[in-house]
């Protein structure tokens, strides 16, 4: 891809500029060579659609520090463009940048739920919740056409699968609640929906594609309303950004009928840590020395943490501050802080397949 390095702000885009992958042998730089005398304006860049040839479709996961052990991302990439997202640097193994490739290169996997079944028919599965929205959002825009989440629930239904979504979206959301509902009834599901901020400026250039906050409420009101358990993640906390919003979230997601909460304090893994610093130097210029101080404070003197137990909780002071007003603001709104809420997995029944004989019940 072209590099895109003059570190300004585009509509509807986080990252300010789109470095070079780590695994790339290759570095071009921007030369100012004498012949353009005027400064150019950056032209938008559009989202493009890459088919994801993928074999397999469920990653397992044995982290000591994640809930989960299953997970399926329909996407790679994600439109959301949120600045301080974790999965950027997973664009490297496509050789794409984790700035603005990360955000318009999006690759998708139409053969998803196929791959699904396939694998949920497997002698050897043995269920447990599939996590979905563990590293990209499944809700993105780009869902709204290609529908491959939708085609993972109604599987899901029909095999009777457990499932936990994470999403900031909203919309669809709402255009699922069936599917979400029914699997809900069966105790089947659970939704979680990150909120990271109230203030909409800041959304727009935080996580500029995303759902609005107030629209992320109304879709958490919907699901409870449903039967739906809800769940609401403050995360990434980000010092002097949005910390003072902590209790003020988790009353409006409580409101909204959240019943638990979590939060994470912001992660800067890989190129996430540069990309981050010039968005501030771009957005927040007479914040972001003290914003950094305060990111090094919870990680060990260094912009990330990447141990088993820390790098979800950090360390130091400030960490211990955010622990405690979050623990207390729980305990105020009656949020459950506890182990998930439990699923079904004694229900899980591959249905026959055409031709197969069905079972008979005495």
Not at 140 to 163: D, H
Not at 211 to 220: E, F, I, T, V, Y
Not at 227 to 255: H, K, T, W, Y
Request: charged letters at 25%.
């Amino acid at each position: 891809m072209a590099v895109q390095d003059h570190r300004q702000a585009q509509k509807g885009r986080g990252a300010v500029s789109n470095p070079e992958g780590r695994f790339e042998t290759q570095q071009c730089e921007p030369v100012d060579d004498g012949w353009l005398t005027q400064a150019q304006e950056t032209p938008r860049l559009p989202t493009r659609l890459h088919v994801d040839a993928a074999r397999s479709i469920i990653a397992r996961n044995d982290s000591p520090d994640i809930a989960f052990t299953q997970s399926i991302n329909p996407y790679r990439g994600c439109e959301h463009g949120c600045i301080y997202c974790y999965a950027r640097p997973s664009h490297g193994y496509l050789n794409l940048s984790a700035g603005l490739d990360f955000e318009t290169e999006l690759f998708y996997k139409p053969q998803a739920a196929a791959l699904l079944e396939a694998e949920l028919r497997k002698s050897s599965y043995r269920c447990a919740p599939i996590e979905l929205g563990s590293n990209t959002d499944p809700y993105q825009p780009v869902e709204r056409e290609l529908g491959i989440t939708r085609s993972l629930l109604e599987l899901m239904l029909r095999f009777r699968q457990p499932a936990r979504v994470t999403t900031k979206g909203a919309a669809l959301l709402a255009r699922d609640l069936d599917l979400l509902a029914a699997l809900a009834r069966q105790r089947l599901l659970s939704v979680a929906v990150s909120i990271t901020t109230l203030d909409a400026q800041l959304k727009r250039t935080l996580e500029p594609r995303a759902a609005s906050p107030q629209a992320r409420l109304r879709a958490m009101r919907l699901l409870h309303e449903a039967g739906v358990p809800v769940m609401v993640n403050f995360s990434p906390v980000i010092p002097f950004v949005n910390d003072a919003e902590m209790e003020a979230v988790l009353e409006a997601a409580r409101q909204a009928g959240a019943q638990q909460a979590s939060y994470i304090p912001l992660r800067l893994p890989y190129e996430v840590k540069d990309l981050f610093r010039q968005w501030l130097d771009v957005h927040l210029p007479q914040k972001a020395a003290h914003v950094m101080s305060l990111v090094q404070q919870m990680r060990g003197g260094r912009d990330n943490d990447p141990r088993f137990g820390s790098r979800m909780r950090g360390e130091g002071e400030y960490a211990e501050v955010l622990r405690q007003r979050f623990a207390l603001a729980c305990r105020r709104l009656g949020l459950d802080t506890g182990a998930r809420i439990s699923l079904d997995c004694s229900r899980f029944a591959p249905p026959p397949q055409s031709g197969e004989q069905m079972g008979l019940d005495f």
